[in-house]
């Protein structure tokens, strides 16, 4: 089984400023998949950021980056130069093929960008 | 692209009742699956169907059935509803079975409560 925690239910950061969400994950799998899905007030999930897990190199997509620690299982989000449109629920989510690639996500992070 | 589209975005149904819930799937997508979102919780994988077949499913019981056609539109199909039953039911599909290498294209949902 794979399960994916969160463990900061709400975060506020100040636009302009850098904020990092925390996920960690737990898996027997030795090839997974690790996302970071947005989804804002309109319900619809938005794909934000990926990574392959036999990759070492971070993925990074404009001003979201991840800090991919595979030994300790973390995968962290870090969100720079945050604007007044990041605000949304964000959910980390893995996947593996004994799952056939379904995604398993955590319970999410509420992020508040304030001005 | 036209992106991935639901039907209804909401609806009210009672208990014991029937609900058939209907997705388009992006184009060229032959992998679709479905999740349930709890308020307040992330996404809970329900199945997948990769061209037509279900090849994944997750905790969920037999009363929850779903169809894949060929023309990439899918449905989820509810029998015997339940009160826990209310929720947000997102579609998701992908150009591969793995959905590792796109990702998943998600629809903004159908909210169903059941009362």
């Known amino acids: 089984a794979q399960t994916v925690t969160q463990s900061q239910p709400e975060m506020s950061v100040q636009e302009a400023e850098t904020v990092t969400l925390s996920c960690t994950y737990d898996t027997s799998e030795s090839n997974y998949y690790l996302f970071w899905y947005k989804q804002p007030p309109s319900r619809q999930m938005i794909l934000v950021i990926r990574?392959?897990?036999?990759?070492?190199q971070n993925a990074t997509e404009n001003r979201f980056s991840v800090n991919f620690q595979k030994a300790a299982k973390s995968f962290s989000l870090k969100i720079s130069d945050s604007q007044l449109g990041d605000t949304a629920m964000y959910f980390c989510?893995?996947?593996?093929?004994?799952?056939?690639?379904?995604?398993?996500f955590g319970k999410g992070t509420s992020l508040l960008v304030t001005p | 692209e036209t992106g991935v589209t639901q039907s209804p975005t909401h609806l009210i149904k009672t208990r014991g009742q029937q609900v058939t819930l209907r997705c388009s799937s992006q184009s060229g997508h032959n992998t679709v699956s479905w999740y349930q979102q709890a308020l307040g919780q992330g996404p809970q994988f329900i199945f997948q169907y990769y061209r037509e077949e279900e090849n994944g499913r997750g905790n969920f019981p037999p009363r929850f059935s779903g169809l894949q056609f060929p023309n990439y539109s899918s449905e989820l199909n509810v029998n015997a509803l339940e009160l826990d039953d209310s929720a947000l039911y997102l579609c998701?599909?992908?150009?591969?079975?793995?959905?590792?290498?796109?990702?998943?294209?998600f629809g903004s949902g159908t909210r169903l409560t059941v009362v």
């Open positions: 989510a893995a996947s593996n093929s004994n799952s056939g690639y379904a995604l398993n």
């Open positions: 998701a599909s992908s150009l591969t079975a793995t959905g590792g290498h796109h990702g998943y294209t």
């Open positions: 990574q392959e897990a036999y990759k070492q």
